[in-house]
């Protein structure tokens, strides 16, 4: 168990719909980062918060937004969806900012957009 | 364009025997890798890292190894267990990233009993 909590753990949805995809990271973590994982692929970096703030945007869509709440858990927003969204979308946290080492990842929540 | 790469979609290792998993990268910028390791139904958890002032690391059956002139490094498990079993995936992070991984795509290894 890493301690980063993601929900749901799966979600079937239609084109064109919205949804929200949820992470609680480990206790102390103040950085929340969200990743995609489509078939076949590695993990595409989306986006990043620390304590709050943007702190880095990777390959996310216009469709996509996220945000980190004063509590720290996060939420990453799907909008207008379409086939091609459909991934494991995997959020990851860490205690500090500017070094690098271990993420500790969730489970994931499983994206099926029909 | 994937900066990194990790050819071999799958690898079967007897148990006991040495494994060996391979990454490549692209981006001269990356100065720092980590190995992470994703059984079904989880995530990924973090197995060993390396920083390019060394050309080794190692923790316990684990050693990765980088060649930075080859822009590769590669993962190597002795003896292989069936508990390592699972898709392992090479990242990189260039220097002040702050953990803005990039992986590959994964290796799922299999040990066989």
């Known amino acids: 168990d890493s301690g980063v909590t993601q929900t749901p753990k799966h979600l079937i949805t239609a084109t064109g719909q919205r949804v929200t995809l949820r992470c609680s990271p480990r206790s102390g973590d103040l950085s929340v980062y969200w990743y995609q994982q489509s078939l076949d692929q590695g993990l595409q970096f989306l986006i990043q918060?620390?304590?709050?703030?943007?702190?880095a945007k990777g390959n996310i869509l216009e469709r996509f937004s996220a945000q980190q709440f004063p509590d720290l858990h996060s939420e990453l927003n799907l909008s207008s969806l379409e086939l091609g969204d459909s991934a494991l979308y995997f959020c990851a946290s860490s205690v500090a900012v500017a070094n690098t080492g271990e993420l500790f990842f969730g489970e994931g929540s499983r994206l099926t957009v029909l | 364009d994937q900066q990194v790469k990790q050819n071999s979609p799958s690898l079967s290792v007897q148990e006991g025997r040495i494994s060996i998993l391979n990454c490549d990268y692209t981006n001269s910028m990356f100065d720092y890798f980590l190995w992470y390791k994703k059984y079904p139904a989880e995530g990924p958890t973090f197995l060993i890292s390396?920083?390019?002032?060394?050309d080794k690391n190692e923790d316990g059956r684990f050693t990765v190894f980088l060649n930075k002139s080859a822009k590769h490094l590669s993962l190597h498990i002795v003896p292989s267990q069936p508990g390592d079993s699972a898709v392992y995936f090479c990242?990189?992070?260039?220097?002040?990233?702050?953990?803005?991984?990039?992986f590959g795509s994964g290796t799922q290894l299999t040990v066989l009993p």
């Open positions: 390396i920083s390019s002032i060394k």
């Open positions: 990242a990189a992070a260039p220097t002040g990233s702050a953990r803005q991984l990039t």
């Open positions: 918060y620390y304590n709050g703030e943007e702190r």
